[in-house]
């Protein structure tokens, strides 16, 4: 049966071109279709994309969208794989909410931004890959989510900060929340990645620097984050990365207490009391537990 859906959409939702390609459906996940695409963009040429599309058939106003945004890696491509490998429970709970799960390449220290000299992630992801699954999959552009871990955690704070109303829930498991706290975790990202550290947002020390760097922040864009179901994970006792991780989500949950949750309409659900290192091992039962509140917060 699977296989059969597989087959009908790749007719009818996939793209005439070869761009999107149906596979049969991984046995475990739920049901779910698999589509590899790639989808063009103006500034980085193509992009490769996974989506997976629920059994059945779409609802009238088209499946709600939850976009999955993964870490810094020494890959240039393939991270969007790692979905399906290390958080295999999530496919069945997409499956049975009926939500399309889409996850995309960010580069190898993208940083989910559009860099002053370099890559222009955040229009791909927030313009460009929406306007191609609009024209090529029955989706439902009003009811988004978005979630990512580490380097993607920091994307789904910092795109729902600067995009507010965009997405109605921002899962950010040991997310980079507030860079400008500790600059080096970025740099450092860069440095792996053979990226030139002020490419991205400039110099965190001159004016016009941590202005940029400002502005990508979620900590300093925490009212842009309005609106959401909020899940904000990161493991004590760590290590010293997740330890800072940890310190910089807390700080963030501290600001959005401060400019008052209820006042911003936030649910805000946040874990940080418990141990755990910078390992999908804890980041998968983590987005499994949210995801609830994901789901209830695309169909509300």
Not at 6 to 21: F, H, K, Y
Not at 164 to 185: K, M, Q, T
Not at 256 to 284: C, D, E, M, Q, V
Request: net charge positive; charged share 15%; aromatic share 10%.
């Amino acid at each position: 049966m699977a296989v059969t859906v597989a087959v009908a959409l790749a007719l009818v939702a996939a793209p005439a071109t070869p761009s999107a390609r149906a596979e049969v459906t991984p046995q475990g996940l739920g049901g779910m279709a698999f589509y590899e695409a790639v989808v063009p963009s103006a500034s980085l040429g193509q992009v490769n994309v996974r989506i997976a599309v629920p059994p059945g058939t779409a609802p009238s106003g088209g499946w709600p969208v939850l976009y999955l945004l993964h870490g810094s890696s020494n890959s240039a491509n393939g991270n969007r794989y790692v979905w399906e490998g290390q958080f295999p429970d999530l496919f069945p709970l997409a499956a049975r909410d009926g939500v399309m799960l889409v996850m995309p390449e960010g580069g190898k220290a993208g940083y989910y931004s559009n860099w002053k000299s370099g890559p222009t992630w955040e229009t791909f992801h927030v313009s460009e890959l929406p306007s191609y699954l609009r024209t090529h999959f029955p989706v439902n552009s009003s009811r988004q989510a978005i979630a990512g871990y580490s380097m993607g955690g920091f994307g789904a704070l910092s795109y729902a900060a600067r995009h507010p109303g965009r997405y109605r829930a921002v899962v950010a498991l040991s997310p980079v929340a507030d860079p400008l706290r500790n600059p080096s975790i970025v740099l450092n990202d860069l440095r792996a990645a053979g990226a030139s550290k002020y490419n991205l947002w400039g110099n965190s020390k001159t004016k016009s620097g941590k202005a940029t760097w400002k502005s990508h922040d979620p900590y300093y864009r925490a009212k842009g984050l309005r609106g959401t179901y909020l899940y904000l994970y990161a493991g004590k006792n760590g290590g010293t990365l997740e330890d800072a991780l940890r310190a910089q989500t807390i700080k963030v949950v501290k600001k959005l207490k401060s400019l008052g949750t209820k006042k911003l309409s936030i649910r805000l659900s946040h874990h940080t009391g418990t141990n755990g290192t910078h390992n999908y091992r804890y980041w998968a039962p983590k987005l499994a537990a949210a995801w609830p509140g994901v789901a209830a917060a695309l169909h509300r």
